[in-house]
């Protein structure tokens, strides 16, 4: 059991990835989405609507708390360029289910509450034209798409810890809803019913956040308080605080992130030089 603390843990630090950039568009219904015929494809995997559910139930009881006038999506983890091309979706596919819902080109997706969705039982996967991915469900969810919060009117390139602290909490139940109930109840057990994105993560370390770009350095703006961290060249995890309540949710991390490396020129080749033998 101890290691499905471990396990838990780990999901978390994986899966809790921000964007610091991204513009999050606004929520949509079910109703004001087209539903499309697809084709099948086994060898793929696919997420459980009732898991992605959980995570839209934590967002809405814990927004006004943590991060009052927020918005939630997504987002599929592929780091292979033109992953999600124009037309990209993703599908929620049941007995009397059948949505689509648009993917940006960053793998992002505003996911719809859908009472068809709940009662199928419906499966969720990620679908290129026509051809969407119906298979297996995996087991654990740091397989699952991404969580992310965004505040409002955010300066670019920095993140609100609040945000962090909603995200951690949603990642959180997103595991939970996939284990089994003696692995949850042993779960319980073992964490003693604390809250891992609270009180557990001041034994066991802060959450980590993978950031969309390199950065050389994180600066915490709370007030007039500030703290440089993460001193360092081209990383990409932030290790947040969002056990520490000192901090508070309006804290900034305020990222510089690192030059995008311009390409060096390359020289034409040259004709080897000309010599004439002296005479």
């Not at 859908?114 to 087991?139: E, F, N, Q, Y």
């Not at 670019?156 to 139940?173: H, P, V």
């Not at 950065?215 to 947040?240: C, N």
Request: aromatic share 6%; with cysteine; glycine share 8%.
């Amino acid at each position: 059991m101890k290691l499905l603390l471990v396990a838990i843990l780990i999901s978390l630090a994986n899966g809790c990835a921000g964007n610091a950039n991204a513009q999050v568009p606004a929520a949509m219904e079910a109703d004001d989405i087209p539903s499309v015929t697809i084709k099948g494809n086994k060898s793929a995997q696919v997420w459980a609507y009732r898991t992605m559910e959980t995570g839209l139930d934590v967002f809405e009881g814990k927004r006004d708390a943590l991060a009052p006038g927020s918005s939630l999506r997504f987002v599929v983890r592929n780091d292979r360029p033109g992953a999600f091309p124009t037309g990209a979706a993703v599908k929620v596919i049941g007995e009397q289910t059948d949505i689509s819902i648009p993917v940006a080109a960053d793998g992002g997706f505003v996911m719809v509450r859908s009472a068809s969705a709940h009662r199928d039982k419906a499966d969720v996967a990620l679908a290129v034209g026509d051809v969407v991915a119906i298979g297996k469900k995996p087991a654990s969810a740091s397989n699952y798409p991404l969580p992310e919060v965004r505040s409002p009117n955010l300066p670019a390139g920095a993140w609100r810890l609040g945000d962090l602290r909603l995200q951690c909490s949603i990642r959180l139940a997103m595991c939970e809803d996939t284990l089994s109930l003696l692995q949850l109840a042993g779960f319980k057990a073992l964490s003693l019913g604390r809250d891992l994105c609270g009180h557990a993560i001041k034994v066991n370390g802060n959450i980590t956040f993978r950031t969309p770009a390199p950065f050389d350095s994180a600066t915490l703006i709370d007030g007039e308080r500030r703290l440089l961290t993460h001193v360092g060249k081209q990383q990409r995890v932030y290790r947040a605080p969002v056990h520490d309540d000192s901090w508070s949710n309006d804290t900034l991390i305020q990222f510089q992130f690192s030059p995008t490396p311009q390409p060096q020129a390359i020289d034409s080749p040259r004709a080897p030089a000309q010599t004439t033998d002296a005479i």
